[in-house]
């Protein structure tokens, strides 16, 4: 499975953006794109990476980081194999780099926030949010 995050960029605080995480190469172990639980995670500078959100495979359980409740809606379309996150009123605080990880699961798995419980990572992608 290889993931494409893109929809990062320069914002102000207060503005939105939409990440994008489309997936592709999904037959690879017989898996396809709505077996897959897929979570968003961020890195800033000199920290650790978190767990932002994650969707399983249905789109029926969704998590959210505290810091980003209320704020940030993940959602996912398996036609078109792509998982997004929209990022509303965005703080200096959010600023990171995202990534999109994806796991096959079972359709009872429970939401997995640990970063290694994921098989497969997106490149990043940029989000900047200037004050």
């Known amino acids: 499975v290889q993931l494409q995050a893109s929809g990062g960029g320069l914002v102000q605080a207060g503005g939105s953006l939409r990440l994008s995480c489309l997936a592709s190469?999904?037959?690879?172990?017989?898996?396809?794109?709505?077996?897959?639980?897929v979570g968003w995670f961020r890195q800033a500078p000199g920290k650790e990476r978190e767990c932002v959100s994650v969707i399983n495979r249905s789109g029926g359980n969704i998590y959210y980081g505290d810091s980003v409740k209320g704020r940030f809606t993940i959602s996912r379309d398996n036609g078109k194999k792509t998982v997004y996150l929209q990022m509303n009123s965005l703080e200096p605080e959010d600023t990171a780099v995202y990534y999109c990880?994806?796991?096959?699961?079972?359709?009872?798995?429970?939401?997995?926030?640990?970063?290694?419980?994921?098989?497969?990572w997106g490149q990043g992608t940029q989000v900047t949010v200037s004050s």
């Open positions: 190469g999904i037959t690879v172990s017989g898996n396809p794109f709505s077996r897959l639980s």
């Open positions: 990880a994806a796991r096959s699961t079972i359709s009872s798995a429970p939401i997995a926030t640990r970063q290694t419980s994921y098989d497969y």
